[in-house]
């Protein structure tokens, strides 16, 4: 039996009839396919799911080896055991002992001490307009499938179904408590009645939902991410330096938007945290308060993230108290040097120590590639600094001679009609589309 655990974690499928002859495919080596993101989140979802196969009476034969589905364990030891219905309606998972054929004590469903200790806002306000909004909750929402996913949680398009408005929604596991969710909503709104940048992606309102944020927000047509491995990998083209420094002056105009205006840090500058539509470019997830950056971290997979500066892999090198500007104009650099480039800059990473090693303590990066112009090369290699103290900072960026010509690139160079000629070659080969695009709604 193949289970689809992304249709599954998505909630798209219904509640699996689980067999006694799944087992075996619990055991199968298969498993090693079972997203590590599932382990908690699982039974706070699907507690019927839980329920199912404790009423079939199977219980691992140790504590520490839990259920596959909900711990990523890949090969646990199952017996059966008895156990009496548990009521998940009017039942604690503490309120009552189970017990094994020996009577001692088993609890192998263990729930986080977060999701135990908050209520959910489960309402929220979406604001389309400066003259039209409507209270929500997530039934309001219409759900038309999964157009990302990442570390955070999934993106999924919905439509708002008494405005038709169609969003992406981006669901972030939070284990934030209920003072830090009404904060982080607090935030999320001064941002949403405030942007006058065309670089920002438009937030329409965020709510919580079974304890992750479900913040809502314009859709685009795809990731820069999603666009330049197309370009450069199923194009075999590369993308012009005109286009280079439209992205790299929107992408920075918006990054001193946010910190002039709001006193906010991005924290997490890549590709796919870059929008694009037929049109423009827009930089998103800038609203998520520290809070919730921070909680994110808790609940990620511990290992590499690629785009962090050295000060912030071997904090001993950092030379400013918290995060500065000049971290995310590192991250900046990677960027760029990747969709220039058409890859990543550096090797895989196979530990953390790798990464430390590489970044930390081996040789600075040094972009040179023939076809760009020096001033390009230096602007790349200038955000590349190992040494933040030497990193420029945004107004300085913005003032490059590389970004001198880009307010007017866009007159010039016609970069909306560019753009729509890379969607366009996306949208009509199915299979690149599939790869590379968020698929598109259809009304009919």
């Not at 080969?429 to 599939?434: V, Y």
């Amino acid at each position: 039996m193949k289970v689809l655990w992304r249709l599954f974690y998505s909630k798209n499928i219904k509640k699996p009839k689980i067999l006694d002859s799944w087992l075996n495919y619990l055991e199968d080596d298969i498993n090693n396919e079972i997203p590590k993101t599932i382990t908690y989140d699982t039974w706070r979802i699907f507690p019927q799911f839980v329920e199912f196969i404790q009423l079939n009476g199977y219980q691992s034969y140790d504590d520490n080896e839990a259920w596959p589905c909900l711990f990523g364990v890949s090969r646990p030891l199952l017996k059966p055991f008895e156990l009496k219905p548990f009521n998940f309606q009017t039942e604690s998972i503490t309120s009552r002992k189970k017990l094994n054929s020996n009577n001692e004590d088993i609890n192998p469903i263990i729930r986080p001490d977060s999701s135990l200790n908050h209520r959910d806002l489960s309402t929220g306000e979406l604001r389309l307009s400066n003259t039209k909004s409507y209270k929500f909750t997530s039934n309001d929402l219409i759900d038309c499938g999964v157009i990302g996913e990442g570390n955070f949680g999934i993106v999924c398009k919905m439509i708002h179904d008494k405005s038709e408005t169609i969003m992406a929604v981006k669901r972030i596991r939070s284990t934030v408590d209920e003072r830090c969710q009404k904060q982080m909503i607090k935030e999320l709104d001064i941002v949403m009645r405030d942007n006058t940048c065309p670089h920002i992606v438009q937030f329409y309102g965020a709510l919580f939902k079974e304890g992750d944020c479900w913040i809502c927000m314009e859709l685009m047509n795809t990731s820069l991410d999603h666009f330049y491995k197309f370009v450069y990998h199923k194009l075999d083209q590369f993308i012009p330096e005109s286009i280079l420094a439209y992205i790299t002056f929107a992408t920075l105009q918006a990054l001193d938007y946010i910190k002039s205006r709001w006193e906010i840090i991005h924290r997490d500058v890549k590709p796919s945290n870059i929008l694009v539509s037929r049109t423009t470019l827009k930089l998103c997830d800038f609203g998520i308060s520290g809070q919730l950056i921070d909680s994110i971290a808790k609940t990620r997979d511990a290992g590499c993230r690629p785009y962090l500066p050295p000060e912030r892999i071997d904090p001993t090198r950092a030379t400013h108290d918290g995060y500065d500007v000049r971290s995310d104009v590192w991250s900046l650099g990677i960027t760029l040097y990747e969709i220039s480039t058409g890859y990543f800059p550096f090797r895989e990473w196979t530990s953390v120590y790798d990464q430390l090693e590489q970044i930390v303590e081996g040789p600075s990066l040094e972009f040179k590639i023939d076809r760009l112009s020096d001033d390009c090369k230096k602007f790349i290699n200038a955000c590349l600094n190992k040494d933040e103290n030497l990193r420029p900072k945004y107004k300085q960026l913005l003032e490059h001679e590389f970004l001198q010509k880009a307010k007017e690139i866009q007159k010039i160079e016609n970069v909306s009609g560019y753009l729509s000629h890379i969607i366009d070659g996306l949208e009509k080969n199915t299979d690149k589309f599939k790869l590379y695009y968020y698929l598109s709604y259809n009304s009919q």
